[in-house]
């Protein structure tokens, strides 16, 4: 069984940076693909940023690109999403994700569809105020 736990969210106000970690625990993903995905009340779940095989691989929906940052510490497991500049349409549950058997690297949007990702956290909170 796999575990992804996320925290780092809060209530900021527009502008402000929070980072959010996602720690993998009990067996390991096979591939190492992981993601960021977000979901705002009454809107449907929309991925955010994404690491590849190759952890030099990172994917960034158009809205965040140049004010978040995925990343992964291999030694501890975790995940990370560093956000800065947030606005107030950032506000939404976070969720981390990883897949299972199935990689991407390179140009690829595949990491964008969620059907992709096999296990998922419970969600942390972020709240922009504006």
């Known amino acids: 069984q796999v575990h992804l736990v996320e925290s780092g969210g809060g209530s900021v106000q527009a502008g402000g940076s929070l980072t959010l970690s996602c720690v993998v625990s009990?067996?390991?993903?096979?591939?190492?693909?992981m993601g960021w995905f977000r979901q705002a009340p009454g809107k449907g779940r929309e991925a955010v940023a994404a690491?590849?095989?190759?952890?030099?691989?990172?994917y960034y929906a158009e809205f965040v690109k140049g004010r978040f940052t995925v990343s992964k510490d291999a030694a501890s497991n975790t995940l990370f999403l560093q956000m800065s500049n947030l606005k107030p349409e950032d506000s939404a549950m976070y969720y981390c994700?990883?897949?299972?058997?199935?990689?991407?690297?390179?140009?690829?949007?595949?990491?964008?569809?969620?059907?992709?990702?096999?296990?998922w956290g419970q969600g942390t909170q972020v709240t922009v105020s504006s």
């Open positions: 994700a990883a897949s299972d058997g199935v990689t991407w690297s390179g140009s690829t949007n595949i990491w964008t569809f969620a059907s992709v990702y096999k296990y």
């Open positions: 009990g067996n390991t993903p096979s591939g190492n693909c």
């Open positions: 690491i590849g095989t190759d952890e030099s691989s990172t």
